[in-house]
Structure formats: C-alpha cells, structure tokens
C-alpha cells in the first residue's frame, strides 16, 4: 500500500509548480499535482482530493483568498488543511545565469493586487482563513515540515470530532 501524501500546488508561477513538484516528490513520501490555473482549483480538488493544498495569494485572474474561500464553502474540499504560499516578491528564473533568484518588489506583484504585509505565520494564516502560511522564498525543508505540520494537526482535530 502506498502511504504517499497527496499535494496540491496551485500557483500561476508554472515554473515555480514545477520546482516545488520535483522537490516535494524528490524527498519521496509525496505525490505532486500542479495548477497554474487557479480558475479550476475546485474542480481539481474533487478530482485529486489532496491532502494539502499550496496556494499562492498573488494570481493575476483569482487571487489565493478567493480560491481558498471556495474551497472553505464546499462540504467535499472544507477540511482539506490550505498552505498559503506568498511573498512581497517571486522566484524568477535568469535563463543567461541559468539560476533561481528572488526578486522582491518587481512592479508586477504590486499589480496583482493586494498583499498582506505579514509575516508571522499564524496571523498570516488567520488573515486568510487558512491553516499555514509560509513566505517565499522557503527551501524544500521548511515546507516539507509546515504539511507535515498541516497533517498532524488535520489527524488530531478528526480524532477530537471522534470523541
């Protein structure tokens, strides 16, 4: 039986899905899903069922909270545990130095729309009524502890509801 954890990344950054996808799978206790369209997250939810959801806040078409929201209002996806991944800024790849580099404050976040400037983890969460939030740019170690974090207390808060 194969014990892998189901995980969800909706960001429109695709380069950025694909980048969390090989590293979360990497470590080998994951199975990765990517969308860059945060128009079908509800759809893909149903369909995937994961058991974390990464959601980016700042999209150009539907911002995290909106998706976060729905997902919130639906019986089927409401205690599915929401990681909001965000930063004032966004990992860019410079293809002439074949790197990653976090560029904070590009003009085209500010365009985006609107960005909570909080970085404590659990007001960040509370403010966009989700269950974690973890800032960009994160290394595959610290996120990996935030879902495990996310599936540990989604366990004990069934095992209360059981009593």
């Known amino acids: 039986m194969d014990n892998k954890k189901k995980i969800l990344v909706i960001d429109d950054e695709e380069d950025l899905c694909l980048l969390v996808k ?9 199975v990765v899903r990517v969308l860059s369209n945060p128009h079908e997250a509800e759809k893909a939810c149903l369909e995937f069922m994961p058991d974390v959801i990464l959601l980016d806040v700042v999209m150009p078409e ?21 990681i909001i ?3 004032l800024g ?3 790849y410079l293809k002439k130095r074949d790197e990653w580099k976090w560029l904070p ?13 909080e970085h404590n983890p659990e007001r ?5 009524g989700v269950d ?8 595959t170690g610290a996120l ?5 974090d996310a599936i540990v207390r989604k366990k004990e808060e069934e095992k209360e509801k059981e009593k």
């Open 62 to 82: 539907r911002k995290g909270g909106d998706v976060a929201e729905a997902l919130r209002a639906d019986p089927r996806t409401r205690r599915i545990p929401i």
């Open 105 to 117: 404050n590009r003009p085209i976040v500010h365009q985006r729309g609107d960005v909570i400037k």
């Open 124 to 128: 960040a969460a509370q403010a966009y």
């Open 132 to 139: 974690d939030y973890i800032a960009k740019p994160f290394v």
């Open 85 to 87: 991944m965000s930063g």
């Open 22 to 30: 090989d590293n979360l799978e990497h470590a080998g206790q994951y």
């Open 90 to 92: 966004e990992m860019v």
């Open 144 to 148: 990996i502890q935030v879902i495990e």
